[in-house]
Nanobody
Framework: QVQLVESGGGLVQPGGSLRLSCTAS????????MGWYRQAPGKQRELVAG???????NYADSVKGRFTISRDNAKNTVYLQMNSLKPEDTAVYYC????????????WGQGTQVTVSS
């Protein structure tokens, strides 16, 4: 049984920082691509950042230079360091683990709320 547990969300003032974590259990995910998505009220879910098994990263234009994604394969964990947060970053953040070849194999976390407000 694969399970993803997210943590680190919360309320932060504009300009502040948060670090999200997502730990997977059930098997090794070292070959999987790991990513963070977010969904704001009334909007579609969007990719925030992704990292491959080879540590190649990609980011949404809106977060480049402010967010950093990283992974620790020994801990089956993916992180999202979020700095210089803006109110428009407010959303539910979801982690995702995707098999690099079989697109039907992917897993989602339950989501963690990030609210940026003064």
């Amino acid at each position: 049984q694969v399970q993803l547990v997210e943590s680190g969300g919360g309320l932060v003032q504009p300009g502040g920082s948060l670090r999200l974590s997502c730990t997977a259990s059930g098997r090794s995910f070292s070959i999987y691509t790991m990513g963070w998505y977010r969904q704001a009220p009334g909007k579609q879910r969007e990719l925030v950042a992704g990292i491959t098994s080879g540590d190649s990263t990609n980011y949404a234009d809106s977060v480049k230079g402010r967010f950093t994604i990283s992974r620790d394969n020994a801990k089956n964990t993916v992180y999202l360091q979020m700095n210089s947060l803006k109110p428009e970053d407010t959303a539910v953040y979801y982690c995702n683990l995707a098999h690099p070849i079989i697109s039907a194999i992917d897993y989602w976390g339950q989501g963690t709320q990030v609210t940026v407000s003064s």
